[in-house]
């Protein structure tokens, strides 16, 4: 049974040019437990997809369903892992944790609880040695760590990165991907996760759905990953699928739907169509 | 090359110096030693300069008071007034101890006998009007900002007060205090009317002047602080599904907090300037009335007297100024924003 499904999902935007159809029948079915990634030009509507489903923004046609029930606003139930981490300034890397803990639990954890869950949460992404911390006194990967451990910490049913490691150097990055791994073995989350980085896509995903180019965006292919569990990014380098798959989301990318270089705004919206199409 | 103009490191070029600083950097002075150089001395060598050319100046200057005062005679009419202040608290001291005694008498002859107290009259000094007017400034301030922050607050989380209240705001934030002066006196005198009034109406009618002069600041930066939250932290606030109360008070206020310190340091700076001007036509008995008072008395010392004053002022605003700027690096929890 789908567990969570992305029905046809449309959103136009007034703007000052007129109408802007951004997405155009979005559908996507998404089984419990799985990964899945969402690939595609900058400007595509990756992010707006996943607004969506956070229930940040409200589809103009068609709808998300989570257990077969619609969704059409926010809550801790579709946690958020947001690109610029969006921790609170102003308070430490515990409390950060801790805020979203005494939110989602008030009334069905006790105090001490609450504490080892935060706790709990921050061992998971190894952090534990840094709780009374600041956001601006730690690195953007740390930053990043608490972001995933205050999302986690909230039991969602579906995980949602909307570019988690984008803002990351290269090295972090991959710390950052071994660590989200191994916590996905362990917890086992349905996740959707936007990238632009195709070695992060194949090595994390059971599946990648790619996007076309927008405006009126959609779901161009999907790609199911059959490599197997635990995935080791050395020993991957060498095997042939896993490089048919890197070659088949690269092709994708960069000879199907390669990104026009206009700007993308309304007034040229017949060239990017040209483009797209 | 044009941006070598705009910058006064390199353009101000003079032997000596340039040979002092080739000198500090040289390795043979611990850094320690380089930095105590360069924000002592170098301020020191400027303030001399002034003086220098302060003096040299003003002795040019005939006014009809006699020649403009130089250094050495602000100096000395700063010591006079101060030999003043200890004259009177020992002539105030004299004057208690000598009530005291009376009063004592008067018990042990007749343990039931009416003992009054009386407050000494003695003229202020120029100590007290400094205290007069740190208290008049503070009443104005403190007001200001219970009115400023929470308008600023409600302003700043809707649009539609903020919309309607922004061109009051506009209008009255350049209304100089001296056009507020004659209504609030006016205001106070009809209001303000009490057998025994805990304080003065000169006194009052100072704090409200600053009060009006104060709000604006702290007004518009609030409102700016709690309208430009984050959207990212908004966002997690919806995630959370945070009540009204919880995301204003773990999340819009925190985030909104240093520009509200911005906005009462603009306050309390403005507030200061304006009590000097409501107190000399108030009268309230504070530094402004002090510069009054001279001025209007018109000895051979006033204008020396008159130059305390400014620098009194000036070292006191400054101290304010320092005392708000430790307090937001206290509270807020912007310790990365440029504090000057």
Redesign the interface.
């Known amino acids: 049974m789908t567990y969570l499904n992305i029905d046809h999902v449309g959103i136009t935007f007034d703007t000052d040019h007129g109408p802007l159809n951004v997405l155009d029948g979005v559908a996507l079915k998404v089984d419990k437990g799985e990964f899945v990634s969402l690939i595609g030009h900058s400007g595509c509507g990756k992010s707006t997809v996943l607004n969506i489903v ?3 923004l409200q589809a103009s046609s068609g709808g998300v369903l989570l257990e077969n029930r619609e969704v059409n606003e ?3 139930d ?3 892992v ?1 690109q ?1 981490h ?1 921790l ?3 308070l430490s890397v515990y409390d950060n944790v801790r ?2 803990v005494d ?2 639990f008030k009334g069905s954890k006790s105090r001490q609880e609450r504490h080892d869950w935060t706790l709990h949460n921050l061992e998971l992404v190894h952090m534990s040695h840094a709780l009374q911390r ?1 956001p ?1 006194e730690i690195s953007g990967g740390m930053k990043q760590r608490v972001g995933i451990a205050r999302a986690l910490a ?1 039991e969602p049913k579906v995980l949602l990165m909307d570019e988690p490691f984008g803002a990351l150097d290269s090295l972090t990055r991959t710390h950052m991907q071994d660590s989200l791994m191994e916590i996905q073995a362990r917890l086992n989350n349905t996740v959707i996760m936007i990238t632009h980085d195709v070695d992060e896509a194949v090595l994390l995903s059971d599946r990648i759905v790619m996007m076309t180019n927008g405006p009126s965006a959609t779901v161009g292919e999907v790609l199911h990953i059959d490599l197997p569990r635990p995935r080791d990014r050395l020993r991957l380098a060498d095997n042939p699928r896993y490089n048919h798959y890197r070659a088949a989301v690269l092709k994708f990318l960069h000879e199907r739907h390669a990104q026009p270089d206009v700007p993308v705004q309304p007034r040229s919206k017949p060239a990017l169509k040209l483009a797209a199409g | 090359m044009t941006i070598a103009l705009f910058n006064p490191r390199t353009t101000f070029h003079s032997p000596a110096l340039d040979r002092l600083q080739a000198c500090l950097q040289s390795a043979q002075f611990p850094r320690r030693v380089v930095g105590m150089v360069r924000h002592l001395l170098i301020p020191f060598i400027a303030i001399a300069l002034f003086l220098g050319v302060w003096g040299a100046a003003a002795k040019n200057i005939q006014t009809s008071l006699g020649e403009l005062p130089g250094p050495g005679a602000v100096w000395q009419q700063a010591v006079s007034l101060y030999g003043e202040h200890q004259a009177e608290r020992a002539k105030a001291d004299q004057f208690y101890a000598r009530q005291a005694e009376r009063n004592a008498q008067k018990l042990a002859e007749d343990p039931d006998a009416e003992v009054r107290v009386r407050p000494y009259t003695g003229k202020p000094t120029f100590i007290d009007q400094i205290g007069t007017s740190l208290l008049t400034v503070a009443t104005g301030f403190i007001i200001a900002s219970l009115i400023a922050i929470p308008v600023g607050i409600v302003c700043g989380m809707s649009a539609t007060l903020y919309t309607a209240l922004n061109p009051l705001i506009q209008v009255f934030k350049p209304v100089s205090p001296l056009a507020w002066l004659p209504l609030v006196t006016m205001v106070v005198s009809a209001l303000y009317v009490s057998e025994d009034p805990l304080f003065a109406k000169s006194f009052v009618t100072s704090a409200i002047t600053v009060t009006l002069c104060c709000l604006w600041p702290t007004i518009i930066n609030t409102t700016v602080g709690v309208s430009s939250v ?1 959207k ?2 908004l ?2 606030s ?5 009540g009204w109360f ?1 995301k204003t008070v ?2 819009v206020l ?2 909104a ?1 240093p520009l509200m310190f911005t906005g009462m340091r603009l306050s309390l700076g403005i507030g200061w300037m304006v009590l000097i001007a409501a107190e000399m036509l108030a009268q309230n008995p504070g530094l402004g009335k002090f510069v009054w008072d001279e001025f209007q008395n018109g000895s051979s010392n006033s204008l020396a007297r008159i130059m305390v004053a400014v620098f009194a002022i000036g070292l006191v605003g400054f101290a304010l100024d320092r005392g708000m700027l430790l307090l937001q690096r206290r509270v807020s ?4 924003a440029v504090l000057r």
């Open positions: 956070a229930g940040l926010p809550g801790p579709r946690a958020v947001f610029n969006s609170l300034p102003w805020l979203a939110t989602v600041r601006d909230m | 984050s990212d932290l966002n997690v919806r995630v959370l599904r945070l919880t773990k999340i925190p985030s907090i929890w912007d310790k990365a």
